[in-house]
Nanobody, 126 residues
């Protein structure tokens, strides 16, 4: 059974940093395309960042480029999202997601992903 468990969210002041983690079980993240999405209150879920299987190419939404970094630890089977220079508009529930590695991959497309975590709340105060 596949499980993705996010942690690391919390309350931080604008300009601060947080690191989110997504611990995976039931799958090997190196063999999966992994992504982070977020959903703010009253808004649709949106793409944040992704990392491709094997080669670990990374992709970012324009709104977080240069501030957020996605990475993975293949030994710990964990996905990370380092978030720096946080802004109030980054406030959202953050979700990690996984998609099997083979085939064409559109990282920003929500429907691509087979598995989702339960989410972790990030709140950035001004």
């Amino acid at each position: 059974q596949v499980q993705l468990v996010e942690s690391g969210g919390g309350l931080v002041q604008a300009g601060g940093s947080l690191r989110l983690s997504c611990a995976a079980s039931g799958l090997t993240i190196r063999n999966y395309n992994m992504g982070w999405f977020r959903q703010a209150p009253g808004k649709e879920r949106e793409f944040v960042a992704a990392i491709k299987w094997i080669v670990a190419s990374t992709y970012y939404a324009d709104s977080v480029k240069g501030r957020f970094t996605i990475s993975r630890d293949n030994v710990k089977n964990t996905l990370w999202l380092q978030m720096n220079s946080l802004k109030p508009e980054d406030t959202a529930v953050y979700y990690c997601a996984a998609r099997e590695g083979s085939g064409s991959y559109y990282p920003a497309r929500e429907a691509e992903y087979n598995y989702w975590g339960q989410g972790t709340q990030v709140t950035v105060s001004s």
